[in-house]
């Protein structure tokens, strides 16, 4: 990783003891590295061990100023193309759940713009109390990725979950996420989430997508050096790092955002659910329910959305974007996939099988098999939506190759 910029975050916690071996392995493998400290921090690694290692002067206080004209914590936030917490407190996790930023570090953490690591630590029912777990689960859903903790002795005396990852293990998954920009130069335009489509001012048809596999791949390709822009309907999740969001609510909408985008785009991957269908009307005002009589039916008439992928197929010469497709099915998987696929003028379709446990909608995992033109078929265990991600990125790096 050489010069990559790594910001090294010390909380309070007794594993904080392993943090200067953490920053000799990130120097080792060629980092430029920078620590923060909490003051709790200071009680258990000395920030002199931390600047020796470093080579960098070591900050503790929000308003020591290093800098004239400028503000420091902030210069150190953008600075940052990492930034490693380790050990995560509780009290760090709860913090930055709820956005606090009352010293140098949560006020840092706020502040970047690039990806978290975080190593908790900390006593076994510590880790388990469902204050810190609905932390975690937020900061997840955010997008911020863990590294442990592990199971085993705790320094308290517990036994359990709550030992902070290894040094080692820190630092290999640090190089995961600076890992060479193999996507450097290309545009990928990314569709992600449901659509909504009006009935009327209050009401809307939409689906049970969540966004979490298509913002999964705009993170994995902005991680990857690529230019992202990520198309999304309603979501709650949060914008990853690096990734342009254009944010849009139904089908009509999407294809415009898409075509918006498409002149400079060379990889197209449509996760996004966009409704089949729509409502032919918007009534101008409220469906009154006093409308209808005592058991009488309301019909609604719908009417067929725009399939953007099969347009972005069609107006994509093979060898200027490729084009990537979901299908969400529940029965002839790859049949299906492979008609999808020759259809829609795809180079590649990941077909999930929508009625198998913990694939599809709304999860965190999904088990997907991969329908290449050539006939060749690939079929993934279940895994995490961020590991989907990574195999689908591998994919299409290696299409590109074979194209060019
Ligand atoms: C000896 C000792 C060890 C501690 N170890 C941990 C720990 O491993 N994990 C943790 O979350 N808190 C631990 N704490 C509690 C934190 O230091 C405390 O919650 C503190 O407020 C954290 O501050 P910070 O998050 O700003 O660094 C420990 C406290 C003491 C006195």
């Not at 009352?102 to 880790?127: G, I």
């Not at 009625?355 to 995490?384: I, K, M, Q, Y």
């Amino acid at each position: 990783m050489p010069q990559r910029r790594v910001l090294v975050a010390v909380t309070g916690g007794i594993a904080a003891y392993k943090v200067p071996e953490l920053v000799r392995a990130l120097r080792r493998a060629g980092c430029t590295v920078r620590c923060a400290m909490t003051a709790s921090a200071g009680q258990f690694v000395a920030p002199l061990v931390l600047q020796t290692l470093s080579g960098e002067s070591v900050r503790t206080d929000l308003f020591e100023r290093e800098q004239e004209g400028q503000i420091d914590h902030i210069a150190l936030a953008d600075w940052a193309e990492l930034v490693i917490v380790a050990p995560a407190t509780a009290n760090l996790l709860a913090k930055l759940a709820s956005g606090l930023a009352d010293d140098l570090v949560s006020t840092l953490l706020l502040a970047t713009r690039a990806p978290l690591l975080v190593a908790p630590a900390m006593n076994v029912n510590m880790w388990n109390h469902p204050a810190t777990q609905a932390n975690v689960a937020t900061l997840r859903e955010r997008g911020v990725c863990f590294v442990g903790p592990e199971s085993g002795p705790l320094a308290c005396g517990w036994e359990g979950e709550g030992r902070m990852a290894e040094p080692a293990a820190i630092a290999a998954e640090a190089e995961r996420h600076l890992g060479a920009p193999t996507l450097a130069g290309e545009v990928v335009v990314v569709t992600a989430g449901g659509t909504r489509e009006p009935l009327d001012p209050v009401r809307v048809f939409a689906n049970r997508s969540s966004g979490k596999m298509g913002y999964a791949i705009a993170a994995e390709a902005a991680r990857r050096g690529a230019e992202v822009v990520l198309v999304s309907g309603p979501s709650a999740l949060a914008t990853p790092a690096g990734v342009r969001r254009v944010d849009v609510e139904t089908g009509l909408e999407m294809r415009d955002a898409v075509h918006a985008e498409l002149s400079k785009c060379t990889v197209f991957i449509a996760a996004a659910a966009v409704a089949d269908f729509r409502p032919a009307a918007r009534a101008e005002h409220k469906i009154k329910k006093e409308s209808l009589a005592d058991g009488e039916a309301l019909t609604i008439e719908l009417v067929r959305n725009p399939d953007i992928l099969a347009e972005v197929g069609a107006a994509s010469g093979r060898e200027r974007r490729l084009v990537v497709g979901f299908a969400a099915e529940s029965q002839d998987l790859v049949a299906a996939a492979r008609r999808k696929l020759e259809r829609k003028r795809c180079d590649l379709i990941v077909a999930n099988d929508i009625s198998r446990a913990g694939a599809g909608f709304d999860g965190d995992t999904n088990a997907v098999t991969f329908v290449c033109p050539e006939g060749e078929v690939e079929e993934l265990p279940l895994l995490s939506k961020r590991e989907v991600a990574e195999r689908l990125l591998e994919r299409i790096e290696t299409l590109r190759e074979k194209r060019s």
